[in-house]
């Protein structure tokens, strides 16, 4: 990005009068927005009003007469892009190639390229540039990775509008300070799986590495609220000696849908959906039998059928917790599964052992990879506890995990 700032600064003068000279001579207005690769993401940029269209870029490919632009602006707005396109490709690569693929905003006018959609015109250039190029350069170029960053932010931009506009308790700001991040997933209906990741305060002593999600069910309001307050908290204390992976929105669908409902877009039950070794024996018949086939408990069609679930299920295999917290509600209590001594308390919720359905995380990642798992079932799913439960929740939380991993030490001596 910096590079192509420091491209930018180069060829923006160039580019602005030729741009000025040309609008000026036709007597045309000046082109109102500048394409996106110009715009610099930051933490703070405005979400835009319509987050759908973030989420779907083609939707804006097919513009409606009354989106094209005249020609003559095209024409200029095409010269500025193709002359700041070439500048920067010569600028990586040395080599004189044809501009790079049109950005997110780029609007292309319908008389050029009508049967086209934006999708099918970035492979086309991609394809061109590729073939176009060495062996050693099928890997993206700074620019496409910048594009690409860009266009996750914008995503995410999108994400926090509508979690900021749907919970009581969360504003966009709330959840843009937040900094999510893209976590390679997207929901059934192309939301972005988003995480975030805080490090221990001394990185050589990292005691262990939570992994903590909330909204499986997306009709649990306050299991998502919660993991903005406590990431808030744990900015704020500038960390601990445990290092947490956060997965505040598992089923993001599941809560902005319409109407909040607990399955994803799919109408499963994602805590269903969890290949434990019982799922093919008893998921079915579970649910046939033990909840008379309420939908909202409908385990799916294999186990991990769902993308929501297949992406916590990498990320279990990749960050490697020590420990898994999952935050539910409204049965206000705490339950536990897998090795290890269980909390007694965390807040006021009371360890209560449920035993294990088939498909739950619970059952996947406790029982069968043998990782503590867990699940605080918060007393409400619309009204948030207060904030001194919050935090003292926290507090608990942070106990029994120093209180284990010294049991831990321990039994290792
Ligand atoms: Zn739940």
């Known amino acids: 990005m910096k590079a192509q700032m420091h491209n930018l600064r180069e060829f923006t003068p160039v580019v602005l009068l030729s741009v000025l000279l040309f609008v000026s001579c036709a007597r045309l207005p000046i082109i109102e927005e500048e394409p996106s690769a110009n715009r610099h993401p930051s933490a703070g940029e405005q979400p835009s009003a319509e987050p759908s269209a973030n989420r779907e870029p083609s939707a804006e490919i097919n513009s409606s007469a009354g989106e094209i632009a005249s020609t003559a602006e095209n024409q200029s707005q095409e010269a500025a892009e193709s002359a700041a396109g070439t500048a920067q490709v010569m600028e990586n690569t040395g080599l004189p190639q044809d501009p790079t693929p049109g950005s997110a905003d780029t609007e292309l006018p319908d008389e050029q390229v009508p049967q086209l959609t934006r999708e099918e015109l970035e492979q086309q250039a991609r394809a061109e540039e590729l073939a176009s190029q060495s062996e050693l350069s099928v890997y993206p170029s700074p620019q496409q990775l910048a594009q690409e960053a860009l266009y996750h932010q914008q995503v995410i931009n999108g994400l926090c509008d509508e979690i900021g506009n749907k919970l009581g308790s969360v504003s966009v700001e709330d959840c ?195 990782i503590p798992v867990v699940t605080l079932e918060l007393p409400s799913a619309g009204i948030m506890p207060s904030d001194e439960q919050i935090e003292q929740m926290w507090i608990d939380m942070l106990s029994w995990l120093n209180s284990r991993t010294e049991l831990e030490q321990r039994a290792a001596r």
Do not use: C
């Open 176 to 370: 843009m300070q937040q900094q999510l991040e893209f976590a390679g997933a997207y929901s059934v209906n192309a939301r972005p799986l988003t995480q975030r990741d805080f490090e221990p305060r001394n990185s050589l002593n990292e005691k262990s590495r939570v992994l903590i999600m909330g909204g499986i069910h997306g009709d649990e309001y306050s299991s998502i609220s919660i993991m903005f307050k406590w990431m808030a908290l744990l900015k704020e204390s500038g960390g601990n000696s445990f290092s947490w992976r956060f997965l505040p929105s598992v089923n993001p669908d599941g809560l902005l849908d319409g109407q909040a409902v607990r399955q994803n877009a799919s109408g499963v039950d994602l805590n269903r959906n969890f290949p434990s070794q019982d799922w093919n024996d008893k998921a079915h018949e579970y649910w046939l039998n033990n909840t008379g086939e309420n939908p909202r408990r409908y385990p799916g069609v294999a186990a991990a059928s769902e993308p929501e679930v297949r992406w916590v299920i990498d990320q279990i295999e990749t960050y490697e917790p020590d420990v898994v917290v999952s935050v539910h509600a409204p049965y206000h209590l705490l339950d536990f599964d897998g090795p290890s001594v269980a909390p007694d308390r965390i807040g006021d919720l009371y360890l209560h052992q449920l035993g294990v359905y088939p498909g739950s995380l619970g059952n996947y990642a406790g029982l069968d990879l043998g």
